[in-house]
């Protein structure tokens, strides 16, 4: 029908931010989508697509997409995009690369503070009238330990300036920025093993690929010291969780922070929820005030490009041909 708005989807959460952006260029559908079948269902008749790890975003849900110009993804990581469907069918994907980084990078220091200093559970002492429990809590402090970065990125390389600043020596595994630190004061390991072996505070940073996905197992945790913590903010797949469940019941390490598990939300009685020596956050280090005010003007941006049909400010699939398909 000429004249026919486009059809912005958000298919879980809630929409207020798009109908009030978005709703006199588009029609702004937020339909609950709770399996894949729902999800194709809606995004047949989508020209973008606003996504987050909340949904999973396969081929299956692409192929019956006829309409659809773009995705939008509000985060970072793309790893719920089938990217190479996506390119295949023509779809331009978009992402927020810069949009959380001081949020995440803080948040895994905090998460070394909470794991090293048994916050959780002091705070835990006092809800059940248990002062005493304080003598129990023998923490460490951060200053002189050496925090190891799987991975050197923008994130890692935030995190590792504020390892520095709390005194800590800091090591980077990452062969893709090499032995040369773009961060004076931070030294590379020439292998993974090493790097997990002489860390006090490991904190992972890489995204989730093929060739990261359970790139910390049970033989890597076993490299590392028994008193090491290990933190993990970036995607849940990265850590084998039984592996990881394993080192932690043999003592192989002392403790495990996570912000992000292999599937979100957490499984109910999932085996890591039953030691004491675990932290579990959901899926939070990127909510802050500050990093909800630096996406949202990319978003709109990115969002009016893709209902125009041009390319995105930040195109992931660089080698997309867009099908050029309009109603």
């Given at each position: 029908?000429?004249?026919?708005?486009?059809?912005l989807?958000?298919?879980?959460?809630?929409?207020?931010?798009?109908?009030?952006?978005?709703?006199?260029?588009?029609?702004?559908?937020?339909?609950?989508?709770?399996n894949?079948?729902?999800?194709a269902?809606?995004?047949?008749?989508?020209?973008?697509?606003?996504?987050?790890?909340?949904?999973?975003?396969?081929?299956?849900?692409?192929?019956?997409?006829?309409?659809?110009?773009?995705?939008?993804?509000?985060?970072?990581?793309?790893d719920?995009?089938?990217?190479?469907?996506?390119?295949?069918f023509?779809i331009?994907?978009?992402?927020?690369?810069?949009?959380?980084?001081?949020?995440v990078?803080?948040?895994a220091i905090?998460?070394?503070?909470?794991?090293?200093?048994?916050?959780?559970?002091g705070?835990?002492?006092?809800?059940?009238?248990?002062?005493?429990?304080?003598?129990?809590?023998?923490?460490?402090?951060?200053?002189?330990?050496?925090?190891?970065?799987?991975?050197?990125?923008?994130i890692?390389?935030?995190?590792?300036?504020?390892?520095?600043g709390?005194?800590?020596a800091?090591?980077y595994?990452?062969?893709?920025?090499?032995?040369?630190?773009?961060?004076?004061?931070?030294?590379?390991?020439?292998?993974l093993?090493?790097l997990?072996?002489?860390?006090?505070?490991?904190?992972?940073?890489?995204?989730?690929?093929?060739?990261?996905?359970?790139?910390?197992?049970?033989?890597?945790?076993?490299?590392?010291?028994?008193?090491?913590?290990?933190?993990?903010?970036?995607?849940?797949?990265?850590?084998?969780?039984?592996?990881?469940y394993?080192?932690?019941?043999?003592?192989?390490?002392?403790?495990?922070?996570l912000?992000?598990?292999?599937?979100?939300?957490?499984?109910?009685?999932?085996?890591?929820?039953?030691?004491?020596?675990?932290?579990?956050?959901?899926?939070?280090?990127?909510n802050?005030?500050?990093?909800?005010?630096?996406?949202?003007?990319?978003i709109?941006?990115?969002?009016?490009?893709l209902?125009?049909?041009?390319?995105?400010?930040?195109?992931?699939?660089?080698?997309?041909?867009?099908?050029?398909?309009?109603?």
């Amino acid at each position: 029908m000429a004249g026919k708005k486009p059809v912005l989807l958000k298919p879980y959460s809630n929409a207020e931010r798009e109908q009030r952006t978005f709703s006199s260029v588009a029609e702004v559908r937020n339909p609950q989508c709770r399996n894949e079948t729902e999800l194709a269902a809606a995004v047949a008749d989508a020209d973008v697509l606003i996504a987050d790890v909340d949904i999973q975003i396969t081929r299956s849900v692409l192929a019956g997409a006829r309409w659809l110009r773009g995705i939008m993804a509000c985060s970072i990581g793309v790893d719920y995009v089938d990217l190479q469907a996506a390119t295949e069918f023509g779809i331009y994907v978009a992402n927020l690369p810069d949009y959380c980084i001081n949020a995440v990078a803080e948040f895994a220091i905090g998460l070394a503070f909470s794991l090293s200093r048994h916050i959780p559970q002091g705070a835990d002492c006092v809800r059940s009238e248990n002062w005493n429990g304080r003598r129990l809590l023998k923490g460490i402090e951060l200053r002189g330990r050496r925090l190891g970065l799987v991975g050197f990125g923008k994130i890692g390389q935030l995190v590792g300036q504020k390892g520095l600043g709390l005194g800590m020596a800091v090591s980077y595994f990452d062969p893709l920025v090499g032995a040369k630190s773009p961060v004076a004061g931070c030294a590379a390991s020439a292998t993974l093993g090493e790097l997990l072996a002489g860390s006090d505070v490991v904190s992972i940073h890489v995204p989730l690929s093929e060739k990261t996905r359970g790139l910390i197992s049970y033989d890597s945790l076993a490299r590392m010291k028994p008193s090491a913590l290990l933190i993990n903010v970036s995607r849940g797949g990265i850590v084998d969780e039984a592996g990881l469940y394993r080192a932690l019941k043999e003592k192989k390490i002392a403790g495990a922070a996570l912000d992000v598990l292999a599937v979100e939300p957490i499984e109910p009685k999932h085996p890591l929820t039953t030691l004491d020596n675990v932290l579990i956050t959901p899926h939070m280090a990127w909510n802050t005030e500050e990093s909800k005010a630096n996406s949202e003007g990319s978003i709109v941006e990115q969002v009016n490009q893709l209902l125009e049909g041009h390319a995105p400010t930040h195109l992931v699939n660089r080698g997309v041909v867009p099908h050029g398909r309009t109603r």
